[in-house]
């Protein structure tokens, strides 16, 4: 009976500090696990299909919208994302997948379009996501966006290239007028939470050109010729649209996992020892006094 007292309360023991243990690796593993969460599989061949399926499902309530918790991302880990194009502005290293309505997976794993009906290169063009400490992940580096950085949008044929007008706007968050168009002009907008979700912040681009992937070449001696950008521009983008998939960190979820294990057995080992080392000096005492 001693003996399994002895192995519940370590069981007991074990189990408490691999807990505590994993939460704590938690906070240093958990970007890591997010940014490899927030990647989803980009199929230019199937944006216009899923533009067709996403167009009657879409939702476009921001009131079932929730900020992100302590989970993050984990409970889409199995969410099958339907893009309908992609989203890259190269300058903040931003590259997200352009999801079809405001739901809470899509604003957590991409850019969500704000209203139904967008067309790229094409009135306003309004995206949404949610802010994410890490400027890898989300719209963590709306805010980085600076005036004149290019804002590009991609679907399965052509690139459509914008230029940023509006950077770093704070605006209140009743401000759905940001969604709007306005006649002759062409835009694309992005916008997200500030920490803590009081305010917005707001980044926007005017169109400037549209490109074919099939006309690459052609696209980068037109470019050249606008004002203000640099030569090369395409070479750059051809580059961005190379597949740069962020394989599992399987190191740092393992070490963590080892480590904690480890650092629970340890735990365990020491409380044995230190009540052995009372057994014994116990026994000690009783021998002296028989």
């Given at each position: ?86 989203l890259i502005v190269p300058s903040v290293e931003m590259r997200l997948p352009i999801l079809q309505g405001t739901s809470n997976a899509n604003v957590s794993l991409g850019a969500a379009t704000m209203l139904p009906d967008l067309v790229m290169g094409q009135g306003n063009f ?165």
């Open positions: 009976m001693k003996k399994f007292l002895n192995f519940l309360i370590n069981t007991v023991i074990f189990l408490l500090i691999l807990a505590g243990s994993l939460l704590v690796g938690w906070h240093f593993t958990q970007e890591d696990i997010m940014l490899y969460l927030s990647q989803v599989e980009v199929n230019p061949e199937e944006f216009e299909m899923n533009l067709i399926e996403t167009a009657e499902t879409a939702e476009f309530d921001w009131d079932v919208v929730e900020d992100l918790d302590w989970q993050g991302l984990l409970p889409y880990i199995n969410y099958e994302a339907s893009p309908i194009g992609e309004s995206l949404a996501s949610h802010w994410h400490p890490n400027p890898r992940i989300t719209f963590g580096s709306l805010d980085q966006i600076e005036y004149g950085d290019l804002i590009i949008l991609r679907d399965a044929n052509y690139l459509y290239i914008y230029e940023t007008i509006v950077q770093n706007k704070i605006i209140e968050p009743y401000r759905w007028d940001i969604t709007e168009e306005a006649p002759g002009e062409v835009w694309v907008t992005l916008m997200t939470c500030t920490p803590g979700g009081a305010r917005r912040v707001m980044a926007r681009g005017e169109f400037i050109a549209q490109i074919s992937f099939t006309d690459l070449e052609a696209a980068e001696a037109a470019l050249a010729e606008l004002e203000g950008l640099e030569t090369g521009i395409v070479t750059e983008i051809i580059k961005v649209l190379e597949d740069t998939r962020i394989p599992f960190p399987i190191a740092h979820v393992t070490l963590t996992i080892g480590g904690s294990i480890v650092v629970a057995a340890f735990v365990v080992w020491i409380a044995n020892r230190g009540s052995k080392s009372k057994g014994d000096e116990g026994s000690k005492v009783i021998k002296n006094e028989l």
